[in-house]
């Protein structure tokens, strides 16, 4: 069976780094193209980056610039590098990726940034 597991959340204060791991288990298949998303309380699920199979990347307005979405193929991980936190990057964090036509989700990492 497919898992998603996140790591990396934590509290951090205004300006500080987090570095997310979403580690895959359960396929031989390389993950080829990954996503970040969060959902912050009362908000909808937003896109936050994507990396695509051919190694392209896209990236939320708001976290354009200070995040970083990339990927360990040994390792079948895939990363959010997070610089310069805002309190409105508060929100669970999860990972999801396409897998034979499967869409699978990660239960998500609480990152709280402080003021």
């Known amino acids: 069976q497919v898992q998603l597991v996140e790591s990396g959340g934590g509290l951090v204060q205004a300006g500080g780094s987090l570095r997310l791991s979403c580690a895959v288990s359960g396929t031989t298949f390389s993950i080829k193209a990954a996503g970040w998303y969060r959902q912050a309380p009362g908000k909808q699920r937003e896109l936050v980056a994507t990396?695509?199979?051919?190694?392209?990347?896209n990236y939320a307005d708001s976290v354009m610039g200070r995040f970083i979405i990339s990927r360990d193929n040994a390792k079948n991980t895939v990363f959010l590098q997070m610089n310069s936190l805002k309190p409105e990057d508060t929100a669970v964090y999860y990972c999801?990726?396409?897998?034979?036509?499967?869409?699978?989700w990660g239960q998500g990492t609480q990152v709280t940034v402080s003021s």
């Open positions: 999801q990726t396409n897998l034979l036509g499967f869409v699978y």
């Open positions: 990396r695509r199979s051919d190694g392209s990347t």
